[in-house]
């Protein structure tokens, strides 16, 4: 909501295994199984801009967005993903939420929801440092849990999916070439 009070409409770039369209809109709710939902209901988000990129479970909507399941990134590669993002949202404004469950369990194994057939931290990083296009207004990094966490793997990647973002908004600034 303070995202849209400042930018208005925002496409959303959204990484996860799950869609997060759980439950019809209500205002009053707030969950993490239903952010989609609601932000949509409420007149957040362009829908005709925005995808979710990794899912790899059954939703009941899709609520307009271009889907990229997680065999997709496989089968279309890296730059295949980059541009079907490119075509979807384009200029538009974005915010983009990351939920580390988009990585496979071997990679982020520190969550409470994983699923596997994931992302890999590497198919992940090499998508996110290629997003250099993108009018980003925001991101958030979501679901980490270090009790759940062996060695610290998700909370690493975790940090270092944070770092690519701050990475693509600094080179932004500087006006430095995409790619």
């Known amino acids: ?28 709710r707030i969950d993490h199984g239903s952010f989609v939902t609601q932000a949509v209901g409420a007149g957040l988000i362009d ?5 979710q990129i990794g899912i790899r479970t059954h939703a009941p909507e899709d609520c307009g967005f271009e889907i990229l399941h997680g065999e997709d990134v496989h089968e279309i590669g890296i730059h295949g993903v980059v541009d079907r993002i490119r075509r979807r949202v384009g200029a538009a404004p974005c915010y983009l ?5 988009v990585l496979d369990p ?16 590497r198919e992940a990083m090499m998508i996110l440092r ?10 958030d990094m979501v679901e980490v849990s270090p009790p759940y966490d062996h060695a610290e793997i998700t909370s690493i990647a975790g940090a270092t999916v944070v770092q690519a973002f701050l990475g693509l908004i600094a080179e932004r600034k500087k006006g430095a070439p995409t790619p």
């Open 130 to 139: 290629r997003l250099g296009f993108l009018d980003i207004r925001g991101f």
């Open 47 to 51: 829908t005709s801009r925005s995808v």
């Open 1 to 28: 909501r303070a995202h849209h009070a400042l930018h208005g409409k925002l496409a959303l770039v959204h990484f996860d295994a799950h869609q997060d369209t759980w439950g019809g809109y209500d205002p009053d």
């Open 97 to 101: 939420p990351f939920d580390i469950d």
């Open 106 to 121: 071997a990679f982020a194994p520190g969550t409470g929801t994983p699923v596997s057939g994931g992302l890999l931290s």
